[in-house]
């Protein structure tokens, strides 16, 4: 009998000639078994999730751990019974043991951390054992099951020394028998737990590796007559009004006698029989309606949640209960900042209210199936909800797609049996619309085969799959990050053929999503706005999902105090993806960041649009079955001083998708047109919800619009204060300005160490990607700096006095800006006017030469001032938009307003610093600077204020590098570039772009002044 390892290769040996084969390898079978391609051993066939009145004992709670380096170096010494657990220490359970201090996360997007040989895995694969003992009481005698909801990534399983079996499918729920193993009173349970296994060539998800029992483990009593499977078909038929009702029940894969009871229908009826229901009231996003029904037999009664709903693709439209649907939603990670891969009940309920609260009204469950008591919560607040399969494989695109186990016939039944269990468990819930075949796992015939088994087991639900462009054996078609440009083609139905015109014809009938879009890293994300118009035009596009919810930052302390977020890189990994993994609408502990407010508005399911006379506004109802009813329609008018008008507006209900022309009162027209010239007021409409809901209290605002009166241009002080000319100083009313340089050194007593021209911003999350489909290969951010943009430096050219038109006396410095290496550059003049106690100034900016590098046209990032003054600034007030950031292609959900803010709260904290913190739309500012105030006041220009420069941001890799140098920098930017998603997608819209051009623009600085021009 041979011995050999089986890892090593067919017929290789290193014995001598004649000798026999003896393997003297340690721990071989561990290795062995963790190579293995099959699915998990020994566990019951999938099932649902039940809420059964069967006694249950959660496991739950301190375990005992302990960590191995390796298989062949993990103890074989009698743990598995709770005894001599020396080495061993507590640990809770559900836990991802590097978030205690067992090893280390690890964060890779689409490599493997490990040398890609399938099915083997690395030698320095550590491995947890864990133990626990537990009581038993004689309820769970003589039959029980221990569930598994989630071991990350293969776990062998024993009970009072008996091996139950093994487990495969991190995310995925995994029962076993311990009937006659279980004992009453004490039993110990013990799981070792291998990081790596050759399941981890199929989970390649972009996250951190996290191994551990990270969800419940349970004990579950099975009583004699009891019930192991429900299957709930309750369909909606929108012609008539009537529900449609099956309720299936089976033990042992064999339907029995149960009773199924919606006592709200006044229905009894046994399983398997399907009645029709007169005027149900159908479950969808927007009225999530649930009927409460049980499923019993004299030895077991489940609690179901039913809604009634049907799915239909029809014209190439996406229909829920008979109407076009329009997802507005976000793909959705569990992840929590302290805990890892686990995830406490109450903050998944506090996130899913605060998506609702932001509308959003569903979610993609990237990429793997959540904890299972999520859905019960979708159902309940309403969500869609595209539930997808534990299954990416994106490792093996670098080398072709070579070895890829989509389409390898020896991992077929695991890929089948990780599709089984994904359906199985969530098939009940009514939020779930589509089932998606996987994520970034490329093409192949195990697809397919997860496809027609999904299709036969429940054919009321679409199927999802975007890797295969094809759409060969999905039901939508699927896309991530397709321009805004493709997108509308696609809408049309107009995007390029495929070669088999059957597939051709067969794709171009189907809905089309965005699985992933807009990708939120960082600042931005940029043109939302212009999807969301698309997504409203076009019948076919049925909406997409934002990349991502969740930034998956990790909390570790900083040096000398406080906490930060770490990601990829800052463990210790040999590769990694650096800050890919911190990229979301909120941050890692749920708080929202400026893309979640921009998305709710731009997702708004009332559009108000507000007359510019204050006479009325019209609202569009965008939702797909509710009228406006469940909505109080407010107004506010505001002035520099707070509120000066508010009141409520009767609103008749508007029918769905259905608009309105509304009156307000004529008193606010009438207090528009009495407005002194010069002094601004702003009205806002709101839509808030009329009474509590399940996810937010009365008086919640869902939408709103605006219109302003009284913005003037900005008045310049008429130019009368004559140039003083001094030995080595200029004086022009408040100011003084070095005869050396031509720039400001104090502006009425607040000391000025730098002005100039700012054409460059520390590189965003999206100017270091490479935008897709651009020209240049390199990011953004590496052409500004081959260009030098960060790098310039100021020549004068001169100071002169003269005499303008009106014969007021200015003084104008003549510049011109270049870099190293460079003939391009611009020529830069500044004209300062005072009337003794405003400074007036003009810029003036003329490109010169050609502003090409490496072939390529260049671009700037902005056209302003950069003003550092030698005091920092305590509070920042303005009027224009806010209160949070804003730029040229995003701000959607900052208003128009009066606002203040102390310094710190200025920037955002995103987890790698970057350019952030503009407030665009401001018409005057004003900055606490060392007991002085500094107004700033001009035709709307964008604001930003910080506490450390340029350089300091562009070198800082976290947080804590941040550190004041007790200057304020300010930048008052005439224009700004946008954003765009390059992280991963688009670049910036053609016009948010910003090339080399002219720009003449003007401010107005004020030391304690009174009320600034406007």
């Known amino acids: 009998m041979s011995l050999q390892s089986p890892s090593a290769p067919a017929g290789s040996s290193d014995m001598t000639a004649g000798s026999p084969a003896v393997s003297l390898e340690i721990g071989a079978e561990g290795v062995r078994q963790l190579s293995s391609l099959e699915p998990g051993a020994g566990s019951l066939p999938a099932r649902a999730f039940l809420n059964t009145d069967a006694p249950k004992l959660s496991l739950n709670g301190e375990w005992q751990f302990r960590l191995s380096p390796g298989i062949r170096l993990a103890p074989e010494d009698g743990w598995q019974l709770g005894k001599d657990l020396n080495g061993f220490e507590g640990l809770p359970v559900p836990s991802s043991w590097p978030m205690h201090g067992h090893g280390a996360p690890a964060y890779t997007n689409v490599q493997f951390p490990f040398a890609v040989e399938p099915p083997h895995v690395p030698e320095a694969n550590p491995i947890g054992d864990h133990v626990v003992v537990f009581e038993a009481g004689p309820e769970f005698l003589p039959h029980a099951l221990l569930r598994f909801d989630g071991i990350e990534s293969a776990g062998t399983v024993w009970l009072n020394g008996v091996e139950l079996g093994t487990t495969r499918g991190s995310r995925l729920a995994h029962e076993f028998d311990v009937s006659g193993v279980l004992e009453q009173g004490t039993n110990t349970l013990a799981v070792r737990v291998a990081q790596f296994s050759a399941a981890s060539y199929v989970e390649d998800q972009d996250m951190w590796w996290l191994p551990g029992i990270f969800r419940d483990v349970t004990l579950q009593a099975r009583p004699a007559g009891g019930i192991d499977d429900v299957f709930v078909h309750a369909d909606y038929d929108h012609r008539t009004g009537e529900g449609v009702l099956r309720v299936e029940a089976s033990r042992g894969g064999q339907a029995i006698d149960a009773v199924v009871r919606v006592p709200e229908l006044n229905l009894e009826l046994p399983a398997g029989t399907e009645v029709r229901l007169p005027a149900v009231e159908p479950w969808s996003a927007e009225v999530p309606r649930l009927y409460e029904a049980t499923v019993s037999t004299p030895a077991e009664a489940v609690a179901l949640q039913v809604g009634f709903r049907s799915i239909a693709i029809e014209d190439a439209q996406f229909k829920v209960n008979g109407r076009r649907i329009l997802l507005r939603g976000v793909n959705r990670h569990e992840h929590h900042p302290r805990l890892g891969r686990v995830v406490p009940r109450d903050v998944v309920e506090a996130e899913l209210r605060l998506m609702k609260q932001h509308n959003i009204n569903a979610i993609r469950t990237s990429h793997y199936p959540p904890h299972p008591e999520f859905l019960a919560l979708a159902d309940q607040l309403g969500f869609y909800v595209v539930l997808e399969c534990d299954l990416e494989t994106h490792g093996f695109e670098s080398a072709g797609w070579a070895q890829n186990p989509s389409d390898d016939p020896q991992w077929e039944a695991a890929l089948a049996d990780r599709m089984r269990r994904t359906v199985e468990r969530d098939k009940n819930h009514p939020a779930v619309i589509m089932w998606s075949l996987g994520n970034e796992a490329g093409t192949g015939r195990n697809l397919a085969a997860m496809s027609r088994w999904t299709k036969d087991r ?179 008018v505001e002035s520099d001083g707070g509120p000066i008008d508010a009141g409520t507006v009767d609103v008749a209900p508007v029918a769905p998708q259905a608009e309105a022309a509304v009156k307000l009162p004529v008193s606010l027209a009438a207090l528009a047109d009495s407005l002194p010239d010069g002094e601004p007021a702003v009205l806002t409409v709101s839509a808030v919800l009329a009474a509590d809901s399940a996810w937010a209290p009365a008086g919640h605002e869902v939408a709103w619009g605006q219109a302003a009166r009284g913005l003037g241009a900005a008045v310049l002080p008429v130019p009368v204060e004559p140039v003083l ?129 490496a072939g390529f046209d260049v671009e700037w990032a902005r056209i302003g001032l950069e003003l550092v003054l030698a005091a920092e600034t305590t509070t920042v007030s303005w009027f224009g938009q806010g209160p949070h950031q804003s730029y040229p292609d995003t701000g959607q959900g900052a208003r128009a307003g009066w606002f203040s803010l102390p310094l710190a709260h200025m920037d955002v904290d995103y987890v790698r610093p970057q350019e952030s913190g503009a407030r665009s739309g401001v018409r005057s500012a004003a900055l606490e600077v060392g007991g002085n105030t500094l107004e700033v006041s001009g035709n709307p220009f964008a604001l930003t204020v910080r506490p450390y420069s340029l350089p300091v941001l562009d070198a800082a890799t976290h947080r804590p590098e941040l550190v004041g140098d007790g200057r304020t920098y300010v930048y008052l930017d005439h224009v700004m570039r946008g954003v765009g998603t390059a992280a991963c997608g688009p670049g910036v819209l053609e016009p948010y772009r910003l090339k080399p051009r002219e720009a003449d623009f003007k401010v107005v600085f004020r030391v304690n002044g009174g009320a600034l021009d406007m």
Request: aromatic share 10%; net charge negative.
């Open 458 to 636: 429940d054919p009321s639900r679409p199927i999802h799959y975007e890797g295969d462009w094809s759409s060969a054996h999905v039901d939508v078609y699927s896309r991530m990050y397709a321009s805004q440009a493709e997108t509308a083609l696609i809408g049309q139905g107009m995007e390029p053929a495929l070669e088999n015109p059957a597939l051709d014809a067969r794709r171009r009938a189907m809905p089309f999503v965005l699985c992933e879009y807009v990708h939120a890293m960082g600042n931005g994300p940029g043109g939302m706005s212009e999807y969301q118009e698309l997504f409203e035009r076009y019948p076919r596009l049925m909406g997409g999902f934002v990349w991502e919810w969740l930034e998956h930052g990790i909390t570790v302390a900083s040096p000398g105090g406080g906490e930060h977020y770490a990601y990829g890189g800052d463990f210790g990994e040999q590769v990694h993806d650096g800050n890919f993994v911190t990229d979301g609408l909120v941050d890692a502990d749920r708080n929202p960041r400026p893309g979640l407010l921009d998305f709710k508005k731009v997702i708004e399911p009332l559009r108000i649009s507000v007359a510019a006379d204050w006479s009325g506004f019209t609202v569009r109802n965008g939702q797909d079955f509710t009228g406006t009813g469940a909505y109080s329609f407010r107004y506010m």
């Open 725 to 853: 000319v001094q030995e080595t100083e200029l004086s022009l009313g408040p100011a003084v300005f070095s005869r050396a340089t031509g720039m400001p050194t104090s502006i009425g007593g607040v000391p000025v160490e730098k002005m100039s021209l700012a054409l460059w911003w520390p590189p965003t999350d999206n100017d270091l990607g490479r935008e897709w489909g651009g020209d240049d290969e390199r990011p953004l951010a590496t052409q500004w700096k081959d260009a030098g943009l960060n790098r310039l430096h100021t020549r004068l050219l001169g100071i002169n006095t003269e005499t303008d038109a009106e014969g007021g006396e200015q003084l104008t410095v003549r510049t011109r800006m270049g870099a190293a290496d460079k003939q391009f550059g611009v020529l830069v003049d500044y004209t300062w006017t005072s009337d003794g106690e405003a400074l007036a100034l003009r810029t003036q900016v003329r490109p010169q030469g050609t502003w090409v590098n």
